[in-house]
């Protein structure tokens, strides 16, 4: 079988994590990035990998620059059958007719609509309806783990309804120096926060609300939940459930994890690319149930959890693999993800 030719449009936060993810997979081949940027963002790439201009203005700009480029946006797209957009709030959703007209199916992320494409995405809970289609949208990062999550627990019949609390960061660490929040909390001005309805545009039958709020920080997210169970559970079915899904991952207090900056430092020391940590890390000793009541906290790395779902999703738009499970086993196993950060990889079954 060919392998899946794919394109990224837009090299930054998420563009150049997904190029990285695609070029580990067995059945793609990157074909080339593309951007507007002239800076060291592009000039990094350019070293490693084919760049492509994504409008006729900055061609000339990347060339004065230095930077080899290949070709234009629509030159990248004759070689591509999956075009992964990856460029900021807005802009993909214009680029949309441009790729439907070159005939190549496109992958947007979360800062897009779902009406933009009809369909947002998340590989655990509905691979089979992005089949063949020409466009889907992976959902945002905080969206990604609600899915994930509560997914897990509502595929194991315990979760009747759920009610979130999100301390989201003020901006990605590359940025700080542009500003930020300082010294002070900005809550979201509507109640649910838009994360909730987006959960429930890949689970319709979600009972879920959420509220957040941004933070003084820039590293990572932080999720804490109250949930109604379905029934009277004890803690380890709870657990169980959750150790069944893919992409979840436990850390302890007890291991000294105790807060965000101990994660990050967790994955670098563990080698992982950029310090990215593409699981959603639940802290296990705070997981609490009492009758049909559960609580619990968990991380979301803001810049690559959508990562391994962009891969998933170029496999389900091209048809070359029609089961979740298969393509999630593919990804995680590239990847080298884990259920649990502290035990060897061969110490549980469900690592990947």
């Not at 059958?81 to 007719?97: C, F, G, Q, Y």
């Not at 380890?236 to 992409?247: I, S």
């Not at 999703?313 to 089961?323: E, N």
Request: hydrophobic residues 40%; glycine residues 8%.
């Amino acid at each position: 079988m060919n392998p899946i030719r794919v394109g990224v449009n837009g090299y930054g936060v998420i563009g150049k994590r997904v190029a990285d993810a695609i070029l580990l997979q067995p059945d793609m081949r990157l074909i080339g990035v593309a951007d507007i940027a002239t800076d060291w963002r592009i000039k990094s790439a350019a070293n490693r990998l084919p760049v492509f201009a994504s409008t006729a203005e900055v061609r000339q700009g990347m060339h004065d620059a230095g930077v080899t480029v290949r070709g234009s946006l629509d030159e990248l797209l004759t070689q591509c059958d999956v075009i992964v957009d990856t460029t900021p709030k807005h802009v993909a959703a214009r680029n949309l007719e441009r790729y439907r007209g070159a005939g190549v199916k496109a992958v947007l992320q979360g800062g897009e609509s779902h009406a933009t494409t009809g369909h947002s995405f998340v590989a655990q809970a509905n691979y089979a309806t992005a089949l063949g289609r020409d466009s889907t949208r992976v959902v945002s990062c905080n969206t990604t783990s609600i899915v994930r999550v509560l997914g897990a627990l509502d595929t194991a019949g315990l979760l009747q309804r759920a009610r979130g609390v999100l301390i989201r960061r003020a901006t990605d660490p590359w940025e700080s120096h542009l500003g930020g929040i300082m010294n002070t909390m900005v809550p979201e001005p509507t109640i649910p926060s838009h994360q909730g309805p987006d959960a429930q545009t890949v689970l319709p039958g979600l009972d879920v609300v959420t509220i957040a709020a941004k933070g003084a920080h820039t590293q990572t997210h932080t999720h804490f939940w109250t949930l109604q169970l379905s029934r009277e559970a004890a803690r380890d079915e709870v657990l169980d459930a959750l150790r069944a899904a893919p992409r979840i991952a436990f850390i302890r207090m007890s291991d000294g994890l105790i807060a965000l900056n101990s994660t990050i430092e967790l994955m670098r020391d563990l080698g992982r690319p950029r310090g990215d940590m593409w699981e959603v890390a639940i802290w296990e000793d705070l997981v609490t149930v009492t009758g049909n009541e559960a609580y619990l906290a968990y991380q979301v790395y803001n810049e690559a959890i959508v990562v391994p779902e962009t891969i998933d999703a170029i496999r389900a738009l091209s048809g070359t693999v029609t089961d979740a499970e298969t393509s999630i086993r593919l990804t995680d196993k590239s990847l080298g993800m884990r259920q649990d950060f502290l035990t060897r990889p061969e110490d549980s079954d469900h690592d990947r």
